[in-house]
């Protein structure tokens, strides 16, 4: 029963984290049953600490952490808190959003400026922008938000320049890019012109019948679920059809325009082409890219997948293989979700694995080898199973003082 229980977790949760990892860092860890946050020291050569350096309550079924500067914001099911890492990497906490009914939001955002938290409210169909204090602390009410017809589907949120980016799982599936204003806020949703009979409120009413247009934006994509930007190429995880696909923006950071060519459907849509993809292998979670390998977890399957980016005459390979160049070893005891990736004090690289069942995080050691970027079947450091924690997700993060 507890996998089945738990299962919306890590479905719920999808972002990680692509830090140097040295001494005086350490890794936090979503416990989604244990509605906690887990702290681990890293050693030097990025190996784990095998205790929690740091385990503090938050908020109810923790799915999402992220780092921005010295503050963590962890996302649960109704609210995000902001918690200071303290010299020694204990956390204290800043507060929370308030309670939102139903928000799930499955990632979150930080813009680099750290003047705003962006936030899914999956039900209320949804991303409100929360404006962020001098030290990190998050303001009682939203400023404003985007709204847009996804059926509750908005599943991963990323900021790249002024420039948010939302992929959503609906019939149609879509990644819809919208404008960040100077001072961080969202454009305002307008009514929706073919609403013939519309509920007007405040433009960010759940209850009201108002969209925002985007800049630009990718449909019937089959599932958009994780995605990564790395400067203009952009990886997805296209859930329904079991495989990662990449597409390269503009130098503005949009896709190509859509150009209707018939009457309705997709079908109906000349949209941009992808500009690679894998063929069709497993239903991955979460997708990362770290130093020219593109890494996604399969859940079911408990392991990790690496496909080295291949070569495309620009200054850096972009494109996907067709396969994946190694596997981790298969092990049903874990059910990987997020990942961070890092380079440690002695220059060796390191992939981190939240495991989801086997509740503890696994360290696999990378290795440079000529199909790329690899991770070793085994990992080689570990932390000790904290019983009914379900890891869920990790983020690497500095402490000012070396972490014992």
Known sequence: MR???????PLLSLL?????????????????TGNSILGYCLRENGGLAPDPHVQKPTVNNPRRVIVAGDVLYVAGNTAVEALRIESDGRLTSLGKTPRTHNANPRDIAVDAQRRMLYMPHRIQERIVAYPLAEDGSIADDFQSCVRADVLGGWEDVEVQGDRLYASATTFRGEIDVYPIAADGSLPEPVLDPDDVDPDVGQPCDSSNNMITTPLSQRTCLDGASAFVLQDEMLYLIERFNFRLSAFRLQPDGLFSPLVPIGDGGCGSLDQQARDSKTNEIVNFIDVIQFRGTVFASFFDGGRVHSFPLKDDSSDQPTRLPKKSKRKTNRDFSRTPVRMAAGEAADGQLTLYVSGGDNDRIEAYRLRQAKKGLLPRNKPFSRTTGIRQTFVN????????????
């Open 16 to 32: 990680l984290a692509v830090t140097p990892a040295s001494a005086g860092q350490l890794i936090y860890g979503t416990a989604a």
């Open 393 to 404: 997700d990790v983020a690497i993060a500095t402490a000012d003082a070396a972490c014992n």
């Open 3 to 9: 996998r089945s229980r738990i299962l919306a977790a």
